[in-house]
């Protein structure tokens, strides 16, 4: 638990356990702080790392437009700061795609990644999705209301129905009335305006499983499997009765893919 | 074409061709004038009726709450006044439930049953979205992100980019900036707050064909699922490529589908 | 009903009702006699048109090795003799096979083109189920168990229990008894050995319709979306609850797709 | 690597490694020997235990008809025999419906389930597959046809089609030619004739890992969607690109899935 410097910001980050290291990248409304329940399970052969990501949680703020580039060069910072020459990386929604260029950028760096609810582009769709939460910052209810449907799905409502309206008066009362912090999420969200590593899918070198969630509406699963598809190492599976925030719908199958696939050291299978 | 008078409203109507009749209820934000491009085919073999219901296209608006009951009951007072003993019925959406109930309440009187992108009841989830487009009234470019990405899929945004682009210019000018328009866009919304027919699925009659869209992510698949398995005579079939929009999307297919089962009069095949 | 002679050889159509005309290619197994329920909902509206393809039901056999082009040239000889010049054509399995192929080769006068349960291409897994088919053609018994339940799914058998029995019971006593008909079952199955027509696929001119079915086993879903991304003007559904032999598991949806696809008309939607 | 006697009969299993007990149930076709491939990543972390049940591999025949009771009873014997108070079980086809009717039996022994390629019951269906192979034991080649394009999936075929035909090889001549090997897969073939679960479903007490193959045309997705809607705390994936056969197409995922659900020790996330 600490702060580390980069480019004159502060980053917050936190490590957990030892064992071959496993990076941790958060979704878009994510922070350290989110992965309380999976530190026991994720650190227990592995030493797990955690980080804020600029703009989430106690890293500091960056108040100026910025892409995903900015917070690619961030993680690769952190591991030099940590002396990690070679790790296993999970992210979800954008948390992956950071993840995902991360190991374009430094394929040396990756053994495994591990993709959750990703895409490989922002196309007009999801743009128009982000505008509609960008309009919506002003007012709290009005933000929960156009962004939390996107993330959970039908079933989950139905079945956690208490959950989500408790979940719905503290968001409304501290995060999404928090005008800093909806600075934040406004420029997080426009930093992925221009994603688009399609072109590069075939440089991916590493082992790479991607999961889908049947009732993902936010990064549908024509997305991954556009991924698996172009990804030469991919290992594909679809998580069902789950919508976009995997980790929270269903989260013993969400960290036992994450322990499995970053703990299978094999690399070839001398079956076929 | 003409109006007829429904508890002391003036509903709008219009009939196409001959034949045995079909009728088409329209989803929430359609009119008349959303089929334009359908009256030819679907008035070649039938007696094609369209119809505006309150707070539609040219009917009446309802300005206080209501639900479902009075749109059924218009609906029933319309093939009263066109001296239509039976017909068969389509509806998209909104237009879906309408009909379903209808066939509900009137079994003598449907002769056969089309669901696009129908659910059984509204939940959570879906008064969440409603609850988003109701608070984005007030701003015709908030109200266009926050509810067109729900109907359209982002194929087809993709591959209709232009189309799209031009569409959100036209309804945040029109529709979405027309007050009166708007509110009876909220209280449509709202008369679906308690719809609920699963526990009465069991008591439809009539042979009913039930379409899902693979891409719908605002009635999903599972949805239509439930429908089929408690739908006793029900047939389902599945567009692929198509969001919630199906009639836009793939509008061959939609007209194929209504043409083929509406004029399909056979009951029991003695295969099995 | 009648016979003409195609290259030496006696084969069998039947034709029923009146207007734009409509022909149905069967499926391997399959015979005129197959589409006796089915005779009346789709000459409602066409000229339909049934042909025992060579090998099958009252045509002639072919004592040596063929393959597809025959039966396409067969059916060419068969529009010949109607005096047809253009028509809308409907297949299922094998049937859909020829079809595509005639509308490769005769662009000009192909109207609308329906696929049921078809592929592009045997491959070697295809390949290899065929070989277990012709491998058990001196026992009825096993060809009834290593051909049907690739045919018709779970679902079906355990709703039509007693219905399949029997079929087991005349099927193993009169077609899969017979030496004539199994010697042609054999080289019907032979004849899609060397079938591809994937580098053709976007040569196809007509609107065409492309049927998969859920628990198709024979022909998966895979091969329906291969079809559906590379033929030009493709429209793409799913019967859900059939297996393979979509025509008696969905009968109501298989007459009823084939009636709407196969009269509607317009080509174009100025939707978009 | 031993021998130990069981109601008089010689049974082989194999243990490797240290840490928590973790059992594999094999496939109807497989023995120990199939999964040495799998040994050091499952060993990794857990005592990984394989055996071979009556009638396979090394183990001794069983010359009588039995049904899955003394398969179960054999993994109870071999769990006493080795001192292993509770564990984790993954299975296979086959070895799930072993591994489940355990877990059934004795729930204060299971720690996880870890059912791949399962089914709750052999209906009609499964069992005119099984008579297909039955009635095929004479001739090695048929075996092969009838029973392994079943197993395999169509992709599997096409990108491993070498190795395909070099097993069909080395099978016709070794397993499939061998009367005593056959004799064995025509009794544990029958002795699933009769198993049917799905009333005792929601008696399992341990969370348990459901897995589907997208491709899976021996046990179909609706089989596992079924264990997952009955089976009250399971947990459902799906592998995509993969058949009946997920250990041999797709390896990392099926040692990934299992190596991290029988290692992630947290029964209850306080999420929701």
């Known amino acids: 638990m600490a702060y580390f410097t980069f480019e004159n ?4 980050y936190e490590t957990y356990g030892e064992g071959s ?5 958060n979704g878009i409304m994510m922070s350290c702080a989110s992965w309380t329940e999976f530190i026991e399970p ?6 797990l790392i955690l980080v ?3 703009d989430q949680g106690k890293s500091d703020k960056l108040c100026e437009a910025y892409d995903h580039a900015v917070q690619v060069r961030l993680v690769d910072a952190l591991l030099n700061h940590l002396n990690i ?8 929604s954008y948390g992956s ?4 260029e991360y190991a374009l950028d430094h394929p040396e760096r990756v053994e495994r990644l591990m993709l959750f609810n990703a895409t490989a582009a922002s196309g007009p769709w999801l743009t128009d999705i982000g505008n509609a939460w960008n309009l919506a910052v002003d007012d709290p209810m009005q933000y929960y209301y156009t962004a939390i449907p996107v993330i959970y799905s039908p079933r989950f409502y139905k079945i956690h129905n208490d959950w989500m ?3 719905r008066a503290l968001l409304t009362k501290t995060a999404f009335a928090n005008e800093a912090w909806m600075e934040g999420m406004v420029r997080l969200t426009n930093s992925s305006a221009n994603y688009d590593v399609r072109a590069r899918l075939g440089e991916v070198q590493c082992p790479t499983l991607i999961v889908s969630c049947r009732q993902d509406y936010l990064t549908p699963v024509e997305e991954q499997q556009y991924l698996a598809e172009h990804i030469p190492d991919s290992h594909y599976v679809t ?3 789950s919508g976009h925030a995997s980790m929270y719908e269903q989260p013993t199958l969400f960290a036992s893919l994450i322990l499995g696939f970053a703990n299978h050291a094999k690399r070839r299978y001398g079956i076929v």
């Open 21 to 25: 290291p496993l990076l941790l990248l």
């Open 165 to 167: 309206e408790n979940r």
């Open 85 to 92: 020459e070679r790790l296993c990386i999970a992210g979800i």
């Open 97 to 100: 795609e950071i993840g995902l």
């Open 239 to 241: 998580i069902e009765d």
């Open 9 to 12: 910001k502060q980053v917050w």
């Open 42 to 47: 994720l650190s227990r052969f592995n030493r």
């Open 52 to 54: 804020d990501l600029l």
